[in-house]
T-cell receptor, first 115, second 111 residues
Framework: DGGITQSPKYLFRKEGQNVTLSCEQN?????MYWYRQDPGQGLRLIYY???????QKGDIAEGYSVSREKKESFPLTVTSAQKNPTAFYLC??????????????FGPGTRLTVT | AQSVSQHNHHVILSEAASLELGCNYS??????LFWYVQYPGQHLQLLLK??????LVKGIKGFEAEFIKSKFSFNLRKPSVQWSDTAEYFC?????????FGTGTRLQVFP
């Protein structure tokens, strides 16, 4: 069954702790993305990667870090430097065709609450 | 860089009413446009997309969208909504190697 899995669905952390959100895909897609979704703000891009061992900052990368050691996996770490980390985090992937990434496929999301 | 505007933040309709959700993007040239839907408790999923060709695009569940280049618009339409269309709808435009999303429109359909 092909798709994108994100775990856990809900995550609770204390302020000051780093936390890592998992994203795995078995669609054989080259590109992967992390978004943050807040009410009334749509989806904002945090980081993306088009190839293993390479990634780029999105619009709101501050306070976050990523790695891409395997094609299937793109974990996101929310560091203690992120000032407002409570949000819904979405991971996506997309195939790259003729050097271009097109439609994205989304995982179910992780809702992170930091208190 | 591209940007996307969705002017309808919250739309409330009765079943069988017609729907049109607005989407405008910031500049022209070759554009790839998308509408995504997020049903309550479900994954964000693709409704329809426009890459080239016929500007009237048909998607899943009876939705369609029309690309109007002169108006920089890609409005989503459905002739008769159902209660099950209650969801949040996002318009997106491709900008080099990423998608730029609008802020979303929450649609509530009452029986």
């Amino acid at each position: 069954d092909g798709g994108i899995t994100q775990s856990p669905k809900y995550l609770f952390r204390k302020e000051g702790q780093n936390v890592t959100l998992s994203c795995e895909q078995n669609l054989n897609h080259d590109a992967m993305y992390w978004y943050r979704q807040d009410p009334g703000q749509g989806l904002r891009l945090i980081y993306y990667s088009q190839i293993v061992n390479d990634f780029q900052k999105g619009d709101i990368a501050e306070g976050y870090s990523v790695s891409r050691e395997k094609k299937e996996s793109f974990p996101l770490t929310v560091t203690s430097a992120q000032k407002n980390p409570t949000a819904f985090y979405l991971c996506a992937s997309s195939p790259i065709l003729q050097g271009m990434a097109y439609e994205q496929y989304f995982g179910p999301g992780t809702r992170l609450t930091v208190t | 860089a591209q940007s996307v505007s969705q002017h309808n933040h919250h739309v409330i309709l009765s079943e069988a009413a017609s729907l049109e959700l607005g989407c405008n993007y910031s500049y022209g040239g070759t554009v790839n446009l998308f509408w995504y839907v997020q049903y309550p408790g479900q994954h964000l999923q693709l409704l329809l997309k426009y890459f080239s060709g016929d500007p009237l695009v048909k998607g899943i569940k009876g939705f369609e969208a029309e690309f109007i280049k002169s108006k920089f618009s890609f409005n989503l339409r459905k002739p008769s909504v159902q209660w099950s269309d209650t969801a949040e709808y996002f318009c997106a435009v491709k900008d080099t190697d990423k998608l730029i999303f609008g802020t979303g429109t929450r649609l509530q359909v009452f029986p």
